[in-house]
């Protein structure tokens, strides 16, 4: 008898859920949680009450029910798709603003390399990739904007910091070819022409279809000018 009553709270709640009355669907998968825990639909509510926050772009409330599902349900058929929605749920929490805090793109990436660790057979891996991707983008573009920033400010130490950082650990980014573009001109404008000489010659080695090619070659031309006329000055004999 339980059971059935579980059943019919939990398709009443999905009726719900289907017409994307979604605070009202929530409502119904939380009487089947709290009246019936021990019913065998129990976790199936659990996973659609994580949705019904999803569905209604309550990422913060979503993640911390999908999580509940993983803890309390761990044999769950859901708890896959769980943590895969877990770490989607703290990227779509992120403003999507580079300036703004993104701390939740760092959980989410971490979640997500979790799922795909945990489950490389997943259907969801492809997925959880690109949004790892998407998301050390986002990263990236950060740390680029604040060395232009320091760059702007013609303090070459904080910026050369910022860009060697996006170098180093966003080399997969977009921003890692840009940053090392501006650490070349860095050494450009401090008049340390054959460190700029060298960092401008990787640049076209690494990324020979990039749009700043034109530009750094460019300053190849400069460069070589200007070292071409320290050789030849009588102080350099």
């Not at 009553?5 to 998968?29: M, N, V």
């Not at 989410?108 to 492809?126: G, K, M, R, T, W």
């Not at 050369?160 to 980014?173: K, P």
């Not at 700043?212 to 006329?229: E, H, R």
Request: glycine share 2%.
């Amino acid at each position: 008898m339980t059971e059935t009553t579980a059943e019919s709270q939990f398709l009443k709640a999905k009726k719900e859920f289907d017409k994307k009355r979604y605070l009202s669907a929530s409502e119904g998968f939380q009487k089947v949680i709290f009246n019936f825990p021990g019913t065998s639909v129990v976790d199936t509510a659990q996973y659609y009450l994580a949705m019904s926050h999803f569905e209604n772009e309550e990422y913060e409330l979503a993640a911390v029910e999908f999580n509940r599902l993983i803890t309390n349900y761990p044999q769950s058929a859901y708890v896959d798709d769980a943590q895969y929605l877990v770490g989607l749920c703290y990227y779509k929490n992120t403003p999507g603003h580079y300036a703004l805090d993104q701390e939740d793109l760092k959980k989410a990436i971490a979640a997500l390399q979790d799922f795909i660790v945990e489950n490389p057979d997943s259907p969801l891996i492809e997925d959880a990739a690109s949004v790892i991707s998407a998301a050390r983008t986002r990263l990236a573009h950060k740390e680029y904007e604040n060395g232009i920033l320091y760059f702007k400010l013609d303090d070459y130490k904080a910026a050369e910091i910022y860009f060697q950082l996006v170098i180093d650990d966003y080399t997969d980014t977009e921003y890692a070819a840009r940053a090392l573009y501006k650490l070349s001109e860095i050494c450009y404008w401090q008049s340390k022409y054959p460190a700029a000489l060298e960092k401008f010659n990787t640049f076209l080695a690494l990324y020979p279809n990039h749009e700043w090619v034109p530009k750094a070659k460019k300053y190849i031309a400069q460069i070589s000018i200007k070292l071409n006329t320290v050789n030849a000055s009588p102080s350099s004999k």
